[in-house]
């Protein structure tokens, strides 16, 4: 009003510094008069929009963090397993002048030449029938849809129910099979043989060499009676 306007001009007046904040004041009033937000961009829709955008961008960052941190620790788990399942490997040993006989989780046995160690896991007996050896040992093995192998380095034998000679000594390994089937497989090449009942493997040099021999009167396992050691 009029009167309104009055008093403002006598309280302006009475204060120089006061028309001048004013005259500020007046000049932003103005100036925003002229200055109209977008069509939809009042300030509840611009927030929402900034907190959609940061909400897509953080959520990729939040699931890459969780399934970083589960790979992270299915790794550790499996390692410490592997480590524990490891710690339960099983060494046998017959020492010199000595022939032993070993029975397997399945019923499956191995006799032991003197001076010969094998190895073996038996908490994974019945998924991986798997021995390590090291000197000459005879097999009499259960059949089982799971193969048998046994591994001296050089070559890997693998049978799923037989009887069988295996020495390995000198950089040289020998089989002998007594009855079934028997497959002498050399790791490097994937070279391999089937020996069955009466037949004789021996690798050397990365090869494979097979004959046939009386399993009747076989000097390869002539050392279990200790004619041969």
């Known amino acids: 009003t009029d009167s309104e306007k009055e008093q403002l001009r006598l309280w302006l007046t009475a204060n120089p510094d006061r028309a001048q904040e004013f005259n500020k004041v007046q000049a932003i009033w103005d100036t925003s008069s002229y200055l109209s937000a977008p069509e939809g961009q009042e300030f509840g829709e611009r927030w929402k929009k900034i907190s959609h955008s940061t909400v897509h961008k953080v959520r990729p960052l939040v699931l890459f963090y969780r399934v970083a941190a589960s790979l ?11 480590l524990w399942i490891h710690s339960r490997e099983v060494t046998e040993i ?13 019923g499956s046995d191995i006799t032991l030449n003197a001076g010969t160690t094998i190895r073996y896991n038996p908490l994974l007996w019945f998924l991986q029938r798997k021995i390590a050896l090291e000197g000459e040992a005879f097999f009499n093995v259960k059949r089982s849809e799971v193969s048998f192998i046994v591994s001296t380095g050089l070559a890997d034998v693998k049978v799923h129910g037989t009887a069988f000679n295996v020495r390995n000594r000198r950089n040289i390994t020998a089989v002998a099979c007594i009855s079934g089937k028997v497959e002498v497989v050399l790791p490097g090449n994937k070279q391999r043989a089937v020996l069955t009942q009466g037949m004789y493997a021996q690798t050397s040099e990365k090869k494979i060499q097979t004959s046939v021999f009386d ?14 050691h």
């Open 94 to 106: 017959a020492k010199r002048a000595s022939i032993r006989k070993i029975e397997l989780p399945d």
């Open 215 to 228: 399993v009747h009167n076989a000097l390869s396992i002539g050392w279990m009676s200790g004619k041969l």
């Open 72 to 82: 992270l620790l299915l790794a550790v788990v499996t390692a410490i397993a592997a």
